[in-house]
């Protein structure tokens, strides 16, 4: 309950998931003792959304909740039940030293567990409920067991080791639900394309979009399921026809698949860095019939494909606003009246704007995969005081720290979309 509602409300303080998580466990302690009144539920439950619509409500603020409180009986209860606040976009979770985490635990072991089932859940709260299950038990498992060893620092190292395949699965889970939720099917399919597309810009678009379709389908399939292994039997799977399909094509690919471990071998692809852009001839734009005919959606994936092979540095969230864009002009203009004049239009700006849209990207997140951040970000402020001689050191400073901050955020791999999305509007 603790894990639900952290997830569900993830800006919430710990104290108010306590109260709520209280009132929660009381009611079913209550209500499903055998024996219980038949209207305990239905009565615990109008009590419960009572005291949420109350003036000084214990639990989780919802800017929603006004709305809630403003109907009554199931409709109300029903509306409650749904309120949840939007993820957290950067996960805030930083685990402590063997020792924090020993005094922590020692000091009072139940309160040691509740906060950190919050904090966690809270930071990772669109990994699957089973997979935060499993990695917050065994990480639980982990301090109890080595905070009461003879010898803790030996204990923690084995148990650490024991349990990377659940921390990881958290990390990548999280991720990849992130991307799936902000995104949906098409976009996240399109996202997974380039994103091979910049690590292997050799191999062709019947190369790698089915596997770009196959991790689409599992994501869909496991980001919400509640079924045990979900997450975990189908990431693996697609692990294994990844590394099948890459593994003789790319050496970087084959020593990520050398493994026994199919997740690990997966986190070890989507944290390959792009490779160099190969030479290629522009990328041949969609012609009006293909744009707007029934494989239209599949014509703006190839084209997006060819932009991110060409352009290898280019991220996820400059390449999702291309995506955004080009399906804007397709509903636009597959409907109007002069679908080619809409069009033509249409070309003939995206001609203006998306080559130094793309050099912009290219120059920012080429350099800082390159460089060290150091090095980077003496490199942003020279090209800063380049283009304004007249800023003072401070405003150079400033402007500098805010790249530098957009860069190490949204140019790896793994950015948060939504806001990184906001970042390059």
Known sequence: TIIANSRKYSNATFEEISHLVREIVSLAETCCAEGADPSC???????????????????PAHPGTAGCCAQEGLERKLCLAALRHPPQQLPRYLQ??????????????KDFADRFLHEYASSYGQAPLPVLLGSARTFLSMVSTCCISPAPTACFLKEKLERKTHSLLTLMSNRVC?????????????????????????ASFEDLFPLADDAA?????????????????KLSEHAAKACGALSARDERFADCCKGKNLLQNYFCMSALPPAPAPKLPEAQKPTDGQLCGEEGARYTQRYLFELARRHTSVPDAFLGKLHDTSEKVRAECCSAKDTSACLDRKRLRMGEELPPFLEKASKLCGEYNQLNFLDFKKRLRESLRQRIPDASPELLGRLAEQRAHFASTCCPPNAPPLYCAAEVT
């Open 217 to 233: 389908e599992v994501f869909s399939q496991c980001c919400d399921s509640v079924a045990e292994d979900c997450m975990q039997k």
């Open 41 to 59: 539920y239905d009565a615990g439950s109008s009590a419960l959304s009572a005291k949420s619509c109350g003036r000084n409500s214990p639990f």
């Open 178 to 202: 992130s991307r799936f939720a902000a995104y949906g099917k098409d976009k996240v399919t399109v996202s997974y394309l380039t994103s091979l597309a910049q690590k292997m810009p050799g």
């Open 96 to 109: 402590p030293s063997n020792e924090e985490l020993c005094q922590a635990f020692k000091k009072d072991p």
